[in-house]
């Protein structure tokens, strides 16, 4: 049984969308309203009535209250472009309580899923060290899309995340203005996601979403191992001090930091989730500082 179809996963997406409400961003999901008016499907506000308006958008409930003419004047709405890059590399095939990969394409289809409820045009793409599949996700076809994404073994052979390479790919080929999500560890060997987000800022409205486990943090153990690396395969014989294990995560958490800074510093969002964590309570922080329930 994938997540989608276990008990009480899309009734607790559901309850999400009670928070659709507001704009932010430029960008609101469910309804999103441009600068210009016409006779859209949602009144915007009201302003005086000037001789020769059609009279049929007269709210006459409002001038009878305030004894004056008021028309109504209606906003227009506009398709929004959602795009969502989750990394499927080695390093994502890791993590308890659960594997990283299973909690970026949840992230991935709940983004789908709130946003399929209003007028966007969802792309999906999974990517190492180049973007293997982009799909346009909908209502119809979210569950299909996601059980072969689901269904797909992972490659025998080593891949290294090559952020660069795969975002640049994508961005030339989807080149509408849209929102972009990136889910990933970001634990790439050239962390090349530090050099690529001033560029994806001209291209697209972005949110950095890393998705990390307590052993990418965290060293619990020392002494002498034996490592493989999980996109290279090759083994490297350690010795593990305490003061190394510390020297590492200070590296590890210094990297989060940097990575938020940098994603803030060119208008973008970050966000760290730990696999295992609330995971409701992390993507209703991100729906809110991305306009699906309030401004951001």
């Known amino acids: 049984m994938h997540f989608f179809e276990r008990p009480g996963f899309i009734k607790a997406l559901d309850s999400l969308k009670l928070v659709i409400k507001n704009q ?29 308006e059609d009279i049929k958008f007269i709210d ?5 209250r305030l004894n004056r003419t008021f028309i109504k004047v209606f906003s227009e709405t506009r398709e929004n472009n959602i795009y969502i890059l989750a990394d499927s590399s080695n390093s994502m095939s890791f993590g308890s309580p659960e594997p990283k990969r299973e909690l970026a394409l949840k992230l991935a289809y709940s983004i789908s899923y709130l946003a399929a ?27 299909i899309k996601f059980r072969e994404i689901l269904g797909r073994r992972p490659l025998e052979a080593p891949e290294k995340t090559r952020l660069d390479r795969s975002v640049n790919s994508f961005t030339a080929n ?32 972005f949110y950095i979403i ?21 996109e290279t395969l090759e083994t490297v014989e350690i010795s593990l001090t305490p003061e190394a294990a510390a020297e590492y995560e200070k590296r590890v958490s210094d990297f989060c930091s940097q990575l938020m800074a940098k994603s803030l510093k060119y208008g973008g969002n ?27």
């Open 174 to 205: 989807f080149k509408r203005r849209g929102l972009l999500f990136i889910i990933s560890d970001f634990l790439d060997s050239g962390l090349s996601i530090m050099d690529i987000i001033a560029k994806t800022a001209i291209a697209q409205n």
């Open 60 to 64: 006459w409930n409002a001038s009878f």
């Open 24 to 52: 932010a961003r430029g960008i609101r999901f469910g309804e999103s309203r441009s600068k210009f008016f016409g006779s859209g499907i949602e009144v915007s506000h009201l302003k005086n009535y000037s001789t020769g």
């Open 270 to 296: 970050y966000k760290k989730i730990m696999a295992g964590c609330d995971y409701m309570q992390a993507l209703k922080e991100i729906i809110l500082k991305t306009g699906f329930g309030g401004s951001g």
């Open 210 to 230: 890393q998705t990390l486990c307590e052993e990418d943090v965290k060293i619990s153990d020392t002494g002498e191992y034996k490592y493989e690396d999980s």
């Open 117 to 143: 409820a209003g007028m966007n045009k969802i792309y999906l793409a999974d990517f190492g060290e180049n973007i293997k599949n982009a799909v346009e996700i909908n209502k119809a076809n979210i569950n």
